[in-house]
């Protein structure tokens, strides 16, 4: 009865020591995959994140292009505007000039007619200046 009873006893040591390997087992399968799962949820948050900011870069690029496009447009439209305006100055210059020198030759007739030219192209330049002044308000309204 020893020998059989050392027998039993022996397969239940193995049977609890098998059940308890197993449990073990169990226990540290399950904590592993609660933390795969962890960092699965946290590599896909990243990625997310990343493709989140990439899009806003990239938008961020697209929105600086277009206003770069836009000043560069308006620096071409200011400068064909003042290139226009020193012609402008450069012709009431002109005309000034002649109109000193007629008024110096003594022609009457022609300085009058000068004159009125004058004061015309004056007018004209007020109402230039006057024009792009009400437009400038009206595009800086307009971006606001």
């Not at 960092?39 to 948050?45: A, L, M």
């Not at 994140?49 to 990239?58: D, R």
């Not at 071409?76 to 290139?83: G, L, P, Q, V, Y």
Request: aromatic fraction near 8%; charge should be positive; proline fraction near 1%.
């Amino acid at each position: 009865m020893t020998t059989t009873f050392i027998i039993i006893i022996a397969c239940f040591c193995f049977i609890l020591g098998f059940i308890i390997a197993w449990v073990i087992q169990t226990a540290k399968l399950s904590k592993n995959k609660k933390e795969k799962n962890s960092i699965e949820g946290f590599w896909k948050s990243e990625k997310l994140m990343k493709e989140t900011l990439h899009k806003e870069n990239v938008l961020l690029y697209q929105t600086k292009q277009i206003a770069e496009n836009e000043f560069l447009k308006k620096i071409n439209e200011a400068s064909a505007i003042i290139k226009m305006q020193e012609e402008d100055i450069l012709l009431l210059q002109k005309s000034n000039e002649e109109t000193e020198a007629a008024m110096q030759a003594g022609l009457p007739g022609l300085n009058e007619l000068k004159l009125k030219l004058l004061e015309a192209n004056n007018t004209i330049a007020r109402f230039r200046g006057q024009v792009e002044t009400k437009e400038n308000l009206y595009r800086k309204s307009a971006n606001i």
